[in-house]
């Protein structure tokens, strides 16, 4: 079954600087992986998602993530964190099967600090 | 440009009352979901959809029901509010592709008192 595990459930950052975001995953069969973004009392947006055409996906708002197969993660970074970057953070997984279904993570909640 | 719209924003229920959040989509997607996010429990899935017609349970279905009768809506119905059931509730949808993500609504939160 495949299942999503995001280290560090609070993490804080000083605005400018790197910020990293941990996800490790689960698959028995080639992953779809997903980094999706939360904001006070709003629904979840996508940040980006990997599909297997490269492993380095760039997506929203500066945000990047690597899936690294050797090491199962697909960890997401930023090189300069910005007071707007101050949300919730959610990795997820496609579950095969029917319905394509996603499993999430617990969420890392970010913290910009000036 | 309204996407996934649910409505009421913010409910309170007594223990006992039933209730249906409304989830309605624009983007002709086929898939529909519901989840529940409790806190530092991330989402978890209730229910989902494959289209007009077809439901299935997910992961924490107790204590709710599901309709799926066009493809732009799709109901979720408490009959019996218990304190349990205190949480943000968010609806989804996706195109059929395994590649394609979710796009969710702004949620509906309720509490149970």
């Known amino acids: 079954a495949q299942s999503v595990t995001q280290l560090g459930s609070h993490v804080s950052v000083s605005e400018g600087a790197l910020v990293l975001l941990r996800c490790n995953y689960s698959?028995?069969?080639?992953?779809?992986l997903f980094w999706y973004v939360q904001y006070p009392n709003q629904g979840l947006q996508l940040l980006l998602k990997?599909?297997?055409?490269?492993?380095l996906v760039k997506g929203i708002n500066g945000f990047e993530a690597e899936f690294k197969k050797s090491e199962t993660s697909f960890h997401l970074t930023k090189p300069s964190a910005h007071m707007s970057d101050a949300a919730e953070y959610f990795c997820?997984?496609?579950?095969?099967?029917?319905?394509?279904?996603?499993?999430f993570g617990t969420g890392t909640q970010l913290k910009v600090e000036l | 440009n309204a996407g996934v719209t649910q409505t009421p924003k913010f409910r309170i229920l007594k223990i006992g009352q039933s209730m249906t959040l409304q989830c309605t989509q624009d983007?002709?997607?086929?898939?529909m979901y519901w989840y529940r996010q409790d806190p530092g429990m991330g989402l978890k899935l209730i229910y989902y959809?494959?289209?007009?017609?077809?439901?299935d349970k997910g992961e924490v279905p107790n204590g709710y029901n599901v309709s799926r009768s066009t493809t732009e809506d799709f109901p979720l119905r408490l009959e019996l509010a218990a304190p349990s059931q205190t949480s943000v509730y968010f609806c989804?949808?996706?195109?059929?592709?395994?590649?394609?993500?979710?796009?969710f609504g702004d949620g509906t939160r309720l509490s149970i008192l």
């Open positions: 698959s028995s069969v080639p992953p779809y």
């Open positions: 959809s494959v289209g007009a017609g077809i439901t």
């Open positions: 990997y599909t297997s055409a490269a492993t």
């Open positions: 997820a997984v496609r579950i095969t099967g029917g319905g394509n279904k996603l499993t």
């Open positions: 983007m002709n997607h086929n898939y």
């Open positions: 989804a949808s996706s195109h059929g592709e395994l590649n394609q993500p979710q796009h």
